[in-house]
């Protein structure tokens, strides 16, 4: 049988339990649910990256195909904009090793890069393809070239709620080479080896036969070499674009 102030002693323990359990439910709720809120802001901003990029790239075609110039308007968010990271295209035997500057929408570890007229988004758990290269395939391969001329421009903007505008400025007219009966056709594609595994999927998917060599240049970049049979034209077509970021 209780006495009096036995009753008393249980029930301050009561509360002291009680209030301790919601406090740690509060904190649990309030450190899970502010991680799980810093990640959709993450993944959402990588995502208006995406979007940025790809209205990028509609620009990018536009301008090859006779515009004269393009901008595209890039708001980052805290996030960064890095124009850089080169990337090497070849047709093996039949142009020079052209290397272009990649324009790349990073947030911490997942980046959005577009390159070539190709869009590819980067995470830790892999890159993948969401636009094609300025490339088609086929008995008529049709291959666009553009040397992309970053001038003066920063090798990195970001910080702040800021609003950047990626300007691309067609420079003359494109040139244009064609191959009658050129019987294979080979793509080399040398660049970071993050992302090789997205263009050796797409250009697998077009019925190509590829190869990848590894740490060809001591810095990570990785080349893939994928061979066309049964090319009966191949038209190369060279462009000349400078691009501003204002």
């Known amino acids: 049988m209780f006495r009096g102030e036995d009753r008393g002693v249980s029930e301050v323990l009561g509360f002291v339990l009680v209030f301790s359990l919601i406090v740690a439910s509060v904190g649990i709720v ?9 990640d959709v802001r993450d993944a959402e901003r990588v995502t208006n990256g995406e979007r940025a990029l790809d209205v990028l790239a509609e620009n990018y075609d536009d301008v090859l195909t006779g515009a ?11 996030a960064s904009l890095r124009i850089g990271d080169p990337v090497t295209f070849q047709l093996e ?10 324009i790349t929408f990073a947030v911490d570890d997942e980046a959005v890069h577009f390159v070539g007229g190709a869009l590819i988004r980067e995470s830790p758990g892999g890159a993948v393809m969401l636009r094609e290269p300025s490339v ?10 553009t040397r992309l001329r970053t001038g003066d421009v920063p090798a990195a903007v970001g910080g702040g ?21 050129p019987t294979s056709v080979t793509h080399n594609v040398t660049t970071e080896a993050t992302t090789i595994g997205a263009w050796r999927r797409h250009y697998e998917s077009r019925g190509g036969s590829c190869d990848v060599t590894e740490d060809v240049d001591g810095e990570g970049r990785d080349r893939l070499s994928c061979t066309f049979t049964g090319v009966e034209e191949l038209r190369i077509v060279d462009h000349d674009v400078a691009v501003a970021v204002e």
């Not at 309030?30 to 810093?38: D, P, V």
């Not at 035997?93 to 990649?102: E, F, G, I, K, N």
């Open 30 to 38: 309030f450190t899970a649910g502010l991680s799980g809120l810093q």
């Open 93 to 102: 035997s039949r142009t020079a090793p052209l290397t272009v500057s990649r």
């Open 161 to 181: 709620d800021r609003t950047v505008q990626v300007r691309l400025v067609r420079r003359g007219q494109p040139s244009v080479r064609v191959v009658h009966d």
């Open 136 to 145: 088609v395939s086929g008995p008529e391969t049709i291959v666009h070239r």
């Open 68 to 78: 004269p110039s393009r901008a595209t308007q890039i708001r980052l968010a805290d």
